[in-house]
Each structure stands twice: as C-alpha cells, then as structure tokens.
C-alpha cells in the first residue's frame, strides 16, 4: 500500500477514490451478453458501462495486492506490477465524469485502453518474477505459498477479465477496426472446435519436431448427439481455447516423447470431443506415461515442472516446449473464466486424460471474477489452518503433513522461468 501512496500523487483522494471503486463488486457478463451488444454495438454505451466497470475491476485486485505477505510486496518485480496498476487506475478514472457524447472523449479512451492493454502485456511473466525472486530470498513457507497460488489465481483471473472487455471495446470501435468478418470482437459465434484443436497441435507439433526431432500423431473423434456429417461449433473466444489445448498438447508431446524415447513410433494422442446439451467437452489422451496421484495438487501450481529449465541464453531457440509451471494453472484459468474446467486424470504407468469442460450456451458461459470482501481478506489474514487429517506419511519418516507441498515443488522443479514468452498464449489474448 505504501507504493500505491506514493504512486497515487494526491494521496488521501486518490486511495479514496479506490477504496470507493473496491466497493463495489465486479459485473460479470455471459458470452451472450457480449455477443448481444456486440451485435448493436454502440460505442458510448460501451464506454459508459466501461468508464465504471474497469476502475471496479482493477480496485478489487489492487486491494487483494495490498494484502500480500509484505516481503513478496518489495520484491521489485511485483512493486512494478503494482505501479502498472495504479497508473491504468489513475488513467482510467479521469474519465468517470466524462460523458463520452463527442468522438473525441471516445477517441481518447480508446486510446488510454490500447496504453493500459500494452502496460499489463508482461504482467504474467513479471509477477512470476516476483514470486522467484522472493522464493530465492525469502524462501517459502506453507501459509505463504497457498496464498501466493490463491492470489495468483484471482490477478490472473481478473487480468483475463479485463482484457476481454478491453479487447470487445478496441476490436469494435478502436482505429484499428478489421475489414467485416463473422467475429463478434474477440468472440466467434461459430468457432469450429476441431479447426481450433488442430491449429494447437500444429503449432504444439512445430515446437515437439525441433526439441525431439519426431512428435506423436494426432486422431480425432467427435460425437455431436446428430448425425454425420460432424461439425462441432460453438459460441467462444477462440484465442482462449487455442490456449488451452495448445498448453495440453505441449504437455501431451512432451510425456510421449519422454516416455518412449527410443520407440520408433510413439503412440498418437487421441482427442475427443463432445457436444452435449450443457457441454462442449474435450478430451486429450495420452500414453505418456501418467503421474503419480501423490503429485496430482501439484500439477497446477505455478512453477512446478518436472521439465529442465528453458536456456534462456539462447535467443535463437523459438518457445520450449515446457519448463515454466505455468501451462497448466494458467490453461484452467481460461477454462473456467466462462463457467468451464480443466482436469487432469492420470493412469500411472501408461497416461494421461485431460479434459477440457465448456458451457455449450453462451448463455450460461458467465465470466468468473475474483471479488474484494471480507472472506478475500480473511483469508491473507489467516493464511491456511493445521490440517485436522493424520498425515499420509508416517510419523517416523521426514516428511511434512502436507505430503508433496512446498518442499516437494523446491525438489521437483527443476529451475525457475524466464522472463520472456512464458505462455506462448497469454500474449494473444
Ligand atoms: N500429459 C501429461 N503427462 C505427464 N505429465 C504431465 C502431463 N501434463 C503435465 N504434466 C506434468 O505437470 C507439470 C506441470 O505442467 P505445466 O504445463 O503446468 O508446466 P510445464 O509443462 O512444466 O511448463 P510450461 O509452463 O512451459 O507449460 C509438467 O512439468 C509435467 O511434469
Ligand atoms: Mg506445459
């Protein structure tokens, strides 16, 4: 809080006027909330629901922020992400009494969204900074990294949040408008499902041929309940789903590849995917050798990776194919920022299901957005309390109650991420 004094200027106004905007909880809205005003779009009625809802959205992170442990706060890559912050705060706030009814209020805000949008584009990599560099010179007790994994969650949520209502208002009304295509915004009323899995394996593939010099081939199944011939669409952002199974097939090649190392052919990953009537659901199989159940709550905790760590001396080396710990938690967040999921099953010894939930209705794909309260609070406050289940490990063995916790995630990451291009995806969005 003390950076955000100093970076507010006017100090006592200025955290009034955040603690006023953090009062009030974040407006989800549904696919088809989009997709309905994106059809008879209106450039100020945007604004003026923006003008309101983007200072709500960034003030409830800010004040989550502020209740970090006061170490991971001073690191200084998060002091950077905070002042990011503040500064789109304050820019964005100059306009609550704009009435937005000439083209130039309206150009001006388009342009204070295109400098915030470029601001926050490295706050992934910047925050994951921070946690390394607090790791490395604090180093991590179980409280704090539960609160470091929930908070984590809640800025990359709320930044996903915000840059989809960024993105809907520059794609519909910015300068930079593209010539007539079927896309709402971000949005595609009618993304091909399958055309999306397969741009993610080519991609994933390209990466998989450079490091392993082969990759795993690719068989598809789709059910739609009808009849063939079979397109599955639905109504998505398809740059959020390319993420998704971009990140699930990196790992999918990556297990293949390591588990049959001198095999001559590898076993293909087989995709399926289903549409339901609640449901759009796919699924990733492979027979890379699964996980152990022991390790499966680690798998979306940010940094860990059993991969070795991306030589980041290397400027000519394009993206790894792994090695940040962030393919995964980042890969659920997407999914369930409209009401979706992403779970790992594991068979230990042969593979690895993943499967990716989405609303089929766009009318029930509402945004998930973390909200300030008194339970966030709480919870910085209180951090987690003892466990009132006996440990899984003996009582005459070293281990701590939590199993594979802090510890474990120290001995299996093998080092930590680099700063740049730590999710392919994450920048297009
Ligand atoms: N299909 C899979 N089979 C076996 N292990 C997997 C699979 N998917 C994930 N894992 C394990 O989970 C770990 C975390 O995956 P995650 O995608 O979050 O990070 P990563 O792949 O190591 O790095 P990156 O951030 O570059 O994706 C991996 O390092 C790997 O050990
Ligand atoms: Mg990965």
Not at 44 to 54: G, V
Not at 65 to 80: F, K, R, T, Y
Not at 171 to 193: A, M, T
Not at 264 to 284: F, Q, R, W, Y
Request: with cysteine; aromatic share 10%.
């Amino acid at each position: 809080m003390r950076l955000t004094r100093r970076l507010l200027g006017d100090v006592s106004k200025t955290l009034k006027v955040l603690d006023f905007f953090s009062q009030y909880n974040p407006s989800p809205l549904s696919i088809k909330q989009f997709i309905d005003f994106g059809q008879n779009a209106c450039e100020r009625k945007s604004f003026l629901f923006l003008r309101k809802e983007l200072p709500v959205r960034l003030a409830n992170i800010m004040k989550e922020i502020s209740l970090l442990p006061e170490n991971l706060q001073h690191m200084p890559s998060v002091e950077m992400v905070q002042s990011w912050y503040v500064q789109s705060f304050a820019d964005l706030v100059t306009f609550v009494k704009v009435e937005g009814d000439n083209e130039d209020d309206l150009n001006r805000f388009c342009e204070t969204l295109d400098r915030v949008k470029d601001r926050h584009r490295s706050v992934v990599e910047t925050m994951a900074q921070g946690v390394m560099e607090m790791r490395d010179s604090h180093g991590f007790d179980n409280t704090t990294e539960n609160s470091i994994q929930y908070f984590l969650d809640r800025l990359y949520m709320s930044r996903i949040g915000i840059r989809m209502l960024i993105n809907q208002h520059s794609l519909l009304f910015g300068k930079n408008i593209v010539s007539p295509s079927k896309h709402i915004g971000s949005i595609d009323p009618s993304c091909n499902v399958v055309g999306v899995l397969k741009d993610a394996y080519d991609n994933a593939r390209f990466l998989c041929d450079q490091y392993y010099m082969d990759s795993p081939d690719l068989e598809i199944n789709m059910n739609n309940g009808s009849t063939l011939p079979q397109v599955i669409e639905m109504c998505y952002v398809p740059s959020h789903l390319y993420h998704i199974l971009f990140e699930l097939f990196k790992n999918s090649m990556r297990a293949v590849m390591e588990c049959h190392v001198d095999a001559e052919n590898h076993p293909s990953i087989k995709a399926t995917v289903c549409l339901g009537t609640e449901d759009v659901t796919i699924k990733i199989s492979d027979a890379g050798g699964g996980i152990p159940r022991s390790r499966t709550d680690l798998l979306f905790q940010y940094l860990y990776s059993t991969a070795p760590r991306p030589d980041s001396s290397d400027v000519n080396v394009s993206a790894p194919l792994a090695g940040y710990g962030y393919g995964l938690p980042l890969s659920r967040l997407y999914a369930r920022y409209f009401q979706g999921d992403l779970q790992l099953y594991s068979s230990e010894g042969y593979g690895s299901d993943a499967m990716v939930y989405l609303k089929a209705l766009s009318s029930e794909a509402n945004e998930l957005l973390p909200v300030f309260n008194k339970t966030t609070t709480k919870f910085y406050k209180q951090g987690i309390t003892m466990s009132d289940w006996t440990s899984s490990q003996s009582v005459y063995s070293n281990g701590n109650a939590r199993g594979f916790s802090a510890q474990a995630v120290r001995s299996y990451r093998t080092g930590p991420c680099r700063q740049h291009c730590l999710t392919a995806g994450a920048a297009l969005v």
